[in-house]
């Protein structure tokens, strides 16, 4: 049973471009949540993701957007992107309001 | 709006001790809580986690926790380090009695000594 797999491993783009992250699901979750982890920080939540639709939301900027697929498989887009946005992407999956299981993220450098 | 707060970034322990690691919370309603931790270059392993059902939480590779409504507090505890415990340590908080958006602390980083 494959956990919550995340792509690309490791990215790195220039200040101002866009990037798009990838996550697909633990088999039989419906939920997807993404974090993002700064270094030398703990995660701070993004937002959440239930039946194609953003369920909750942290405190980021419009910058960051999102989708679900029907199949339950999730993308994270960052636009514009600043020195700050440099960070480990954290992609968590859950069957509704149950446990989350955390891939091993998208590790993003913004030069 | 609900906090996590570990004390120490850093704790040192030699192998064989016992690790005490700190997390208070910050919210009129116990929320559910959680240790994780990240291995280098890894996402998250859940240890352990609170659910309002007993105060006494014990979780995966020997580690425990006690939830203290009157302290607010949700420390994890090893009775004896072991070498492969060297990690960080994430205390993450729910914003109410679901699993729902974590809430997560600054971590602590454990380093076990030979």
């Known amino acids: 049973d494959a956990g919550v797999t995340q792509s690309p491993t490791h990215l790195i783009k220039t200040r101002g471009q866009q990037v798009t992250l990838r996550c697909s699901p633990k088999?039989?979750?419906?939920?997807v949540s993404w974090y993002q982890q700064a270094l030398g920080q703990g995660p701070q939540f993004i937002f959440q993701?239930?039946?194609?639709?953003?369920?909750q939301r942290g405190n980021f900027p419009d910058r960051f957007s999102g989708h679900q697929f029907p199949n339950y498989s999730s993308e994270l887009n960052v636009n514009a992107l600043l020195l700050g946005d440099s960070a480990l992407y954290l992609c968590?999956?859950?069957f509704g309001a149950g446990e989350l299981f955390f891939g091993e993220g998208s590790r993003l450098t913004v030069l | 709006a609900q906090s996590v707060t570990q004390l120490g970034s850093h704790v040192s322990v030699s192998e064989g001790a016992l690790v005490l690691l700190r997390c208070n919370y910050s919210s009129s309603v116990p929320p559910y809580l959680f240790w994780y931790v990240q291995y280098p270059n890894q996402g998250l392993q859940l240890l352990l986690k609170y659910t309002s059902a007993a105060t006494l939480v014990k979780g995966i590779n020997g580690f425990e926790a006690e939830f203290k409504k009157s302290e607010t507090s949700f420390h994890l505890t090893k009775p004896s380090a072991h070498m492969s415990d060297a990690a960080e340590y994430f205390c993450a908080a729910s914003g109410g009695t679901s699993y729902g958006k974590l809430t997560f602390g600054q971590g602590t980083i454990l380093t076990v000594h030979p």
């Open positions: 993701y239930y039946e194609e639709e953003e369920r």
């Open positions: 968590a999956s859950s």
């Open positions: 088999s039989g979750h419906d939920t």
